[in-house]
């Protein structure tokens, strides 16, 4: 049979119906409340591709290399054309809508993709394929294909490589259900995620659940205690709900009533319900279980159950949360859980050095990135003698740069002449988890090739000798260890320099990535972008770029990442093969850089955002584009007119400008009209051009404040003028890392706040802090 009811299917059916059919099955024979529906099995999938004689050329058409993003592309689209374009058989036509004629009523229902290879305890599967909501019978046969289809986009090609499954391998059913019209709606974990202990948490949020999937809203958050009962509620500020519109059929995205926003979702009665559900499911399957609900007046549905895979690896958490409500596998965990604490010891495999462990003091700068780190000082001038660095080596240099990476991940520790706390060194070193100490003036010079050392990336010292261990912060430690991040409506996001860092960044819970700077990846090529396309070609160039943004998307799918376009100075340009022609600037700071650089050179600055239009061509719908150093609205619509002329859409897609000039701080009101998405603060900037300090020299960084009056009147002017029209404002310097900055940031309003990858637990309980004293205050 081409179709089997939901009452028919049990978990032994996941072969012939996929993950989702077969839980939903299970669940409906248990008598738990789940919507009625059907499933379009996998049998008639595989029917339909060989029935038809496209099985072979599809196969075909998905056999190519995974890494060249331009063969996965049109891999992708040929395996679509070969399914959409394939009629759809009469037998099965008949059957399909006529199951569908059988639901009372002629239901609105959900149609959901339900692969063979899904919810799997080593392969999540996560979002790999589709689900369409609000469907009737018009449109149920184009959606049903188009879930097939879903089972060849670029991102589950790729995703089923790495995994090692053969396409062929791997069939899809349909699940058909009626849709709940939700009034609330969310995920509750049946018992602690993280431990097993009786403690279920539940997150809740007004309207359907795509709301919560898509990220567009900060749900309340309960802790619920089975034994006892007691209840801990963190209540959201909840802006937007997903719900149908009665005109079209469609889901719709509207903004929640000024009297409901912060209105507690959940009632008591409402959480003794889902309690009692979630008990009732985990005693079925004898395990604790990660459950989608909906609720329509007193009535609650369950829309999914899975088994959460993580208690018993409580010691080794899995990085990131549930990347998607709707189709995220068994090993998820907890969206967004923060906690972490402490750091961990370890013995260095760096090489032994020389000389006593004396401790005397040889040399001292900014400690900017935490621990301590033992090893043999290796001296580095140039570029070609990072090969002599070693494993638990040392690095000791007067400035890092983009092409040192690979040397900085083997390096137990980072020392560097020159630089402060937001250098390159002491950026990567922090997202690296390495200790380093900056801005020493002269420690290449006064330490010798070979000497052992011991830094401390807390003090800013170095001294002689070795104390045998090594203090650092690695995934591990910036992974949360409590299940549950504080539920706040200031988003708090993490910055992220380099691809290298994207597992380490998502391990800390964050709800995105606030700044993800693209320089890095074009500095790191060893040429300048011109150089770079002339020796290489520009699909070359472009592919570098969309690697190094996949990396990451994919690590936070589907939390978004906004990236950053290039913003180097031609300092840092002159080093490289090609940059005999960039110009000798005094101050770099000053010139042609961000998107002057961009507009300036359009035909370079095109395949830049080529890049992104392929990234969304992938289905990469969480990457934002955000552009730097823009001074007024005149700039802003000559991106427009960039971004229109490679095939991006400003106005399906999310992009917005960086305020880092007091001429765009002062201008935003012109800025907002141009259609920008957000508005977000680099205080390194923003401050320095304020008070006149160039933040890289040691001389003068005593002076360097992103808490002068002056650059915080700035920044509280251009959230109040975004609040009012309709821009998000963001932070992505620096100072967002600091709790003096986070305190006023969120008592003026901003969005969200992107703080360094070590930084991002504390901001997240500091913002909650703020944010319960601002709600107190008001009702006192």
């Not at 070359?540 to 180097?568: Q, S, W």
Request: negative net charge.
């Amino acid at each position: 049979m081409a179709v089997l009811w939901l009452d028919e299917i049990g978990a032994d059916d996941l072969p012939r119906v996929g993950g989702k059919g077969a839980s939903l099955g299970e669940l409906t024979g248990a008598d738990l409340p789940v919507p009625p529906g059907f499933v379009v099995t996998a049998d008639s999938y595989r029917a339909f591709i060989e029935e038809a004689g496209i099985d072979d050329a599809l196969f075909e058409a998905v056999d190519v290399d995974v890494e060249d993003s331009a063969a996965l592309s049109t891999a992708a689209e040929r395996a679509r054309e070969l399914i959409v374009e394939t009629p759809f058989p009469e037998e099965l036509r008949e059957e399909v809508l006529g199951a569908y004629a059988d639901m009372e009523g002629e239901p609105f229902v959900a149609v959901r993709s339900s692969a063979t290879a899904e919810d799997l305890p080593d392969a999540s599967f996560a979002g790999q394929q589709e689900t369409f909501l609000n469907v009737t019978d018009e449109r149920l046969l184009e959606r049903v294909r188009e879930c097939w289809a879903s089972l060849f986009t670029q991102r589950a090609i790729y995703y089923r490589t790495k995994q090692g499954f053969s396409h062929d391998d791997v069939d899809i059913g349909v699940v058909v259900q009626r849709m709940v019209d939700a009034e609330k709606s969310g995920v509750m974990f049946t018992s602690h995620p993280s431990t097993g202990e009786a403690t279920m948490i539940v997150e809740a949020a007004w309207g359907l659940g795509e709301a919560v999937v898509s990220g567009s809203v900060s749900p309340d958050n309960y802790v619920v205690e089975r034994e006892s009962g007691d209840v801990e509620a963190t209540v959201a500020e909840k802006k937007l709900l997903c719900e149908r519109d009665d005109e079209t059929g469609e889901t719709v995205e509207r903004e929640v009533p000024e009297d409901k926003r912060d209105e507690r979702v959940l009632s008591a009665d409402d959480i003794e319900a889902l309690v009692e559900i979630g008990e009732r499911v985990e005693d079925h399957y004898g395990e604790p279980q990660d459950v989608e609900w909906a609720m329509v007046g007193d009535e609650v549905y369950m829309l999914q159950s899975r088994p959460i895979t993580t208690i018993s690896e409580a010691d080794n958490p899995p990085a990131g949360g549930v990347a998607d409500l709707e189709d995220a596998g068994a090993g998820a965990t907890a969206p967004g859980v923060t906690d972490g604490s402490g750091a961990v010891r370890s013995e260095s495999s760096g090489s032994a050095g020389t000389g006593p462990a004396t401790g005397d003091l040889l040399v001292d700068g900014l400690g900017s990135s935490p621990g301590t780190a033992s090893g043999a000082a290796r001296i580095v001038t140039k570029l070609d003698e990072l090969d002599k660095v070693g494993e638990g080596d040392v690095i000791v240099t007067e400035m890092t740069t983009p092409d040192m990476v690979p040397a900085m991940k083997r390096a137990s520790g980072i020392v560097t002449d020159e630089g402060g706390m937001t250098s390159h060194a002491a950026i990567v070193s922090r997202e690296l988890g390495v200790p380093a100490v900056v801005g020493t003036t002269n420690a290449s010079r006064v330490l010798e090739d070979g000497q052992a050392i011991t830094i401390d990336g807390e003090k800013g010292t170095v001294v002689a000798g070795r104390d045998g261990e090594d203090e650092r912060e690695p995934v591990e430690e910036v992974r949360p260890q409590s299940p549950v991040k504080p539920m706040t409506a200031t988003e708090v996001k993490v910055n992220v320099s380099i691809p290298e860092a994207a597992s380490r960044a998502a391990a800390t819970g964050a709800d995105g990535v606030g700044l993800l700077r693209i320089e890095h990846m074009i500095l790191s090529l060893g040429q300048t972008p011109a150089k770079y396309i002339e020796e290489n070609g520009v699909d070359a160039y472009v592919t570098e770029i969309v690697e190094g943004v996949r990396t990451v998307a994919d690590e936070f799918y589907p939390r978004p990442v906004r990236v950053r376009t290039l913003d180097a100075p031609t300092d840092e340009f002159r080093q490289l093969e090609g940059g005999e022609d960039e110009p000798d600037e005094h101050n770099p700071m000053l010139g042609y850089r961000g998107v002057r650089r961009s507009l300036d050179r359009p035909d370079v600055f095109a395949h830049e955002l080529e890049a992104f239009r392929r990234l969304y061509g992938m289905g990469y719908d969480n990457v934002e584009i955000m552009f730097p150093l823009v001074n007024d609205a005149e700039d802003v619509h000559a991106l427009k007119n960039c971004m229109e002329e490679v095939g991006i859409d400003p106005g399906k897609r999310r992009w917005g400008v960086m305020i880092e000039t007091p001429a765009a701080a002062l201008g935003v009101a012109d800025l907002a009209e141009t259609g920008i998405d957000f508005a977000s603060f680099g205080t390194n900037d923003l401050t320095q051009y304020t008070l006149a300090i160039d933040r890289n020299n040691e001389r003068v960084a005593d002076r360097f404040d992103e808490l002068h009056p002056s650059v915080l009147r700035l920044i509280g002017d251009v959230i109040e003028t975004c609040r009012e029209e309709g821009v998000e404002t963001s932070i992505c310097g620096q100072a967002g890392s600091r709790p003096e900055m986070v305190d006023f940031l969120v008592e003026e309003g901003v969005s969200s706040i992107s703080a360094n990858i070590d930084a991002v637990r504390d901001v997240q309980h500091e913002v909650k802090r703020v944010e319960q004293k601002l709600v107190l205050d008001s009702i006192r």
